[in-house]
């Protein structure tokens, strides 16, 4: 077997924690290809050693002074390197860097040395090889990920390497700049990883265990998933549920391999598994909960609107002339909405009123604001009767009206709209229907 695996920030926050996964690593002899995220936070109210990084930037660009900052960070590394005991220096390291940042162009490189440094340090603490993913992790000049091009390299790397630690988050353009993925994006690279090796698995370890199926500071004791397919993790975290960043999927799709989240403070549970299908029965009908806040429903009525043809098309040109994207699009006979993100479009909401009116004549228009959107996702639905109905009746009981409603063709979810105001006690509702 080879697991490719991936600790995150908190995991490698400080010695203590690289002592737990350095067990986690050496406890299973197949974990021998490491992803490291940058130190993450210790305690709450502490700042992300990435974080100090885009500082430093930041303070270097306006030719400020940025030792102080650099120093904080070669610090939180220096305590780590001597509490675990082991025999080596930074300080050439950060006497580069520190050159290097009066002259960078952008902040990818500053962000990057987290992962880079963390990445030598947790080698030399595990005794394996060190792959600098700028040698292998490519993108091309305008800053695209080449993932091809990524893999090959990856893998002929690779195969020269009994074990190795490769940091996250970066890799480097045709000139030898250095790119960084968007953030939380180490977990993409343990997935280009997972799949450059045709691994069995990839274990992502993180700070808890596993994905929810529901946002536990909205559903207190909210119960962890065991399996969830990649389409329901889609699903899930477009709509907000964060464990796992949105495009770290992609990479293991291509070759089927799962992801498993676990978590690093309790090795012992067995996390979430994420698959491409499955025929284990989940344990409930919904797999999971999640929504997010701040939509704006835009009603376009005109009578007889369902014999013009051309009609919505029309409508979502204007959409599109102003860079909104919709996210929902109910219809009735006379009457079609669309709904968008209220930040985006209340900027913009004259204009596309008065293009709307140029574009299609309507009878009225009408806003409505402050909407939640509410997933409610299962792979179990599909098969089940009255779902949708005890969805409803959930919300009816809690004395929710329903603003806005969605099931696509797969019956993958089922998408409500309600009042930002009802949101906490919809999602609390609707889980009590189906987990309690
Ligand atoms: N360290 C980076 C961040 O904070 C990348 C990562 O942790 O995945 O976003």
Redesign the pocket.
Known sequence: MIKAVKF??SSLADASQFKKVAGIIKSDPDRKYVVP??PGKRFQGDT?V?DLLYKCYGEAKVNNDFTETLSLIKSRYDEIIKELGIEMSLDEEFARIKEKLQTEENSDYAASR??YLNGLVLAEYLGFEFLDSARVIKFDKNGAFLDEETNEALQKALSQMENAVLP??YGSMPDGSIKTFS?????ITGSILARALHADVYENWTDVSGFMAADPRIVEGAKSIDIITYKELRELSYMGASVLHESAIFPVRKEGIPVNIRNTNDPEAEGTLIVESTLHVPEHTLTGIAGKKGFAAVSIDKDMMNSEIGFGRKVLEVFEKNGLSFEHMPSGIDTMTVIVSMEDFISKEHQVIAQLHQAVAPDSIDLEANLSLIAVVGRGMKNGVGIACKVFQALADSGISIKMLDQGSSELSIIVGVEDKHFEDAIKAIYKAFFN
């Open positions: 995150g920030g995220s940058a992300k990435t987290g992962e996250g988050f953030r939380g994006g180490s977990d």
